[in-house]
T-cell receptor, first 114, second 116 residues
Framework: DGGITQSPKYLFRKEGQNVTLSCEQNLNHDAMYWYRQDPGQGLRLIYYSQIVNDFQKGDIAEGYSVSREKKESFPLTVTSAQKNPTAFYLC?????????????FGQGTRLTVV | AQKVTQAQTEISVVEKEDVTLDCVYETRDTTYYLFWYKQPPSGELVFLIRRNSFDEQNEISGRYSWNFQKSTSSFNFTITASQVVDSAVYFCALSEEGNRDDKIIFGKGTRLHILP
């Protein structure tokens, strides 16, 4: 099945620890995105990537890092510098390049800091 | 800068009523795309529709219809004869082609409750 896979679905982290959220897609999409969702805040863009080995900061990149070494993968690391990391994280991908700009989403990872 | 406003935070209607979700956007680009997504309780966002800035025709898909008006920068979504399964959070989103950066910006969403 083609789609976007995020893992794990639920993640618990101790304060001060870094944690990496996985996002894999087999849709052959060039563009990939990470969004954070908090109650009442909608979706806020953390990072996005239009092509392998390139990515740009979104609106709330502080405390996060990403890599795009492979077309299929766009992992997000939540670092200890992120002061309020508890949230629902959504990964998405699109064909990009204005070809078919709609994004398709994974099922999300709910991160809780304990 | 691009911006999407969904002024309705939460709406409740009784099943079978019609309901319209509002979306107002801001962009300096002449070429852009607008989207609607549905987020059921499971959390995954489901793509519903895309509209580009050159296509102002309204669209109907079953009980769903979309009204795109460039003059008022609005892209409203109407559900006719609502059903309990329509209960979800609905997001409007915008992507500017001119930036060539594939960035997609979302509104804060409208939580829709369909009461049986």
């Amino acid at each position: 099945d083609g789609g976007i896979t995020q893992s794990p679905k639920y993640l618990f982290r101790k304060e001060g620890q870094n944690v990496t959220l996985s996002c894999e897609q087999n849709l052959n999409h060039d563009a990939m995105y990470w969004y954070r969702q908090d109650p009442g805040q909608g979706l806020r863009l953390i990072y996005y990537s239009q092509i392998v080995n390139d990515f740009q900061k979104g609106d709330i990149a502080e405390g996060y890092s990403v890599s795009r070494e492979k077309k299929e993968s766009f992992p997000l690391t939540v670092t200890s510098a992120q002061k309020n990391p508890t949230a629902f994280y959504l990964c998405a991908s699109s064909l990009g390049g204005g070809l078919s700009p709609e994004a398709f989403f994974g099922q999300g990872t709910r991160l809780t800091v304990v | 800068a691009q911006k999407v406003t969904q002024a309705q935070t939460e709406i409740s209607v009784v099943e079978k009523e019609d309901v319209t979700l509002d979306c107002v956007y801001e962009t300096r680009d002449t070429t852009y795309y607008l989207f609607w997504y549905k987020q059921p309780p499971s959390g995954e966002l489901v793509f519903l529709i895309r509209r580009n800035s050159f296509d102002e025709q309204n669209e109907i898909s079953g009980r769903y219809s979309w009204n795109f008006q460039k003059s008022t920068s609005s892209f409203n979504f109407t559900i006719t004869a609502s059903q309990v399964v329509d209960s979800a959070v609905y997001f409007c989103a915008l992507s500017e082609e001119g930036n060539r950066d594939d960035k997609i910006i979302f509104g804060k969403g409208t939580r829709l409750h369909i009461l049986p």
